[in-house]
């Protein structure tokens, strides 16, 4: 067994343990000590998060194929509500997406609020950002 430790998006620790399964929004941890525990995705830090999709769910792609594919839209799903949009992901902060449709309206939605597939393609951006804070347009094509 892999032990990870996962965190909340404060920092605090949750558990350490192994992904056994997940669910559209949770996942099924087994711990050190062989404990069953159901944790909310939208409870996960979004690096906890990204690596649950990356790794454990079947609707986990290539993100670098996917940011490739995309152009800039892609459909974004909350995780309480399963309500969608499809926009582009015109600024990130770490804590909230910023979204812009085909329309001029933007959405500003936090970040614990999407969906896992959401957060990981969120962090996938972050990674290919070099300093923190900065708007994830200059990663994607056709943003500008």
Sequence with gaps: MQLRAFHDSKG???????????????????????????IRLGQL????????????????????????????????RTVMTGSTLKAKA?????????????TPKVTVVPTLKLSIEDGAYLARLQSLVKPAGSSVAAAEPGTR
């Design 12 to 38: 605090v620790l949750i558990c350490i343990g192994e992904v056994a399964a997940t669910h559209r929004d949770s996942a099924t941890v087994v711990t050190a000590t062989g404990e069953e525990k159901s």
């Design 45 to 76: 830090s979004l690096a906890d998060r990204a690596f649950v999709a990356a790794e454990h769910s079947r609707d986990a792609t290539d993100f670098a194929d996917d940011l490739a594919r995309q152009h800039g839209y892609r459909v974004w």
């Design 90 to 102: 015109i600024a990130y902060d770490g804590k909230s997406v910023t979204l812009k449709g085909k």
